[in-house]
């Protein structure tokens, strides 16, 4: 099946720093992924639609300035915090949507952020 | 508003006991509703979605539109079906974009 990959799968990092996540479809091509945050025991809240070669679509209450997407190529996605707070520490995850006629979203793996 | 309502956080069963686990959504229009499961340690995944109408691990769901639900059901409980649940919707179009309930956490006891 198609495999989505995130990277880091944790990391941490001090108050005022940018933090950058790499989203990877590892053998497909994905020409639009999504970005999902999660806070503890709660649930998947999207952030923003990442298109390959155009602008992320971000959702209401999202900060685009904060949350940098950039979708350079057709297989990877990248979600930077910049000047991380503490109140970005969340697991992030994001999505693909699979090979032609499936239709199916895979998910990563996620990655879980911690902001000192 | 688009919504999705999974009003049970735990779900605590025996094995070989039925299992509903309950979802409502608020959408205008046709919506498409989907399960996915998170088991221990693992990715989310797709458990079954309402167009396709499948029984995936003995779990159906069926999309209820006069009192707007999609409950997963199963008849019979086995304790590798204890995970994180969560209900999705989706517009027709399909864009792939997901609006989530707050999931259901079934534990399904010896």
């Known amino acids: 099946g198609a495999v989505v990959s995130q990277h880091p799968s944790w990391v941490i990092c001090k108050s005022g720093t940018s933090v950058k996540i790499e989203c990877r479809s590892l053998?497909?091509?994905?020409?639009?992924m999504f970005w999902y945050r999660q806070f503890p025991k709660q649930s998947l809240m999207l952030m923003a639609t990442?298109?390959?070669?155009?602008?992320?679509?971000?959702e209401q209450g999202v900060e685009k300035d904060k949350f940098l997407i950039n979708h350079a190529s057709l297989t990877l996605s990248t979600l930077t915090v910049t000047s991380a707070h503490p109140e970005d520490s969340s697991f992030y995850i994001c999505s693909a949507r699979g090979p032609k006629g499936t239709g199916e979203l895979f998910f990563g793996e996620g990655s879980r952020l911690t902001v000192l | 508003a688009q919504r999705v309502t999974q009003p049970e956080k735990l779900l605590s069963v025996f094995k070989g006991a039925p299992v509903e686990l309950k979802c409502n959504y608020s959408y205008s229009g046709s919506p498409e509703l989907f399960w996915y499961v998170q088991y221990s340690r693992q990715r989310l995944q797709l458990l079954l979605r309402h167009i396709s109408r499948e029984s995936i691990k003995g779990f159906t769901a069926d999309l209820n539109k006069g009192e707007t639900s999609f409950h997963l059901k199963k008849p019979f409980a086995q304790e590798e079906d204890s995970a994180m649940y969560y209900c999705?919707?989706?517009?027709?179009?399909?864009?792939?974009?997901?609006?989530f309930g707050q999931g259901t956490t079934l534990q399904v006891k010896p």
């Open positions: 053998d497909f091509q994905a020409t639009t």
């Open positions: 999705a919707l989706s517009g027709r179009s399909n864009t792939g974009k997901l609006i």
């Open positions: 990442s298109n390959e070669g155009s602008k992320a679509t971000y």
